[in-house]
């Protein structure tokens, strides 16, 4: 029994795909013949493109950093806290680096 193993698509390749569902002047099968890929897949591939759109041009992306950047600083402080109380019990118990 074969398995044909899924394919790789690189995200240039998918972009042209998209593109041409895009422009409309072929019809998906014709364009997914062209490519050598599946109807639903070039679907997908569509529909996530659509869908991430408007996080181009609307302040969701901002507000993302914004949270990750705070979550970022606040590591930093624990692993800052962190460090000071390691390097005190070091101290406390007498260990001294080799």
């Given at each position: 029994?074969?398995?044909?193993?899924?394919?790789?698509?690189?995200?240039?390749?998918?972009?042209?795909?998209?593109l041409?569902?895009?422009?409309?002047?072929?019809?998906?099968?014709?364009?997914?013949?062209?490519?050598?890929?599946?109807?639903?897949?070039?679907?997908?591939?569509?529909?996530?493109?659509?869908?991430?759109?408007?996080?181009?041009f609307?302040?969701g992306?901002?507000?993302?950093?914004?949270?990750r950047?705070?979550?970022?600083?606040?590591?930093?402080?624990?692993?800052?806290?962190?460090?000071?109380?390691?390097?005190?019990?070091k101290?406390?118990?007498?260990?001294?680096?080799?």
């Amino acid at each position: 029994m074969d398995k044909k193993r899924p394919r790789k698509h690189t995200a240039a390749f998918k972009t042209q795909v998209v593109l041409a569902l895009l422009k409309g002047d072929r019809t998906r099968n014709e364009i997914c013949s062209e490519f050598g890929i599946h109807p639903t897949q070039a679907a997908l591939w569509k529909q996530k493109v659509l869908s991430g759109i408007p996080g181009l041009f609307g302040l969701g992306n901002i507000d993302e950093l914004r949270e990750r950047d705070k979550l970022i600083e606040e590591l930093y402080k624990q692993v800052g806290k962190l460090q000071t109380q390691l390097e005190w019990l070091k101290k406390k118990m007498g260990y001294t680096d080799f």
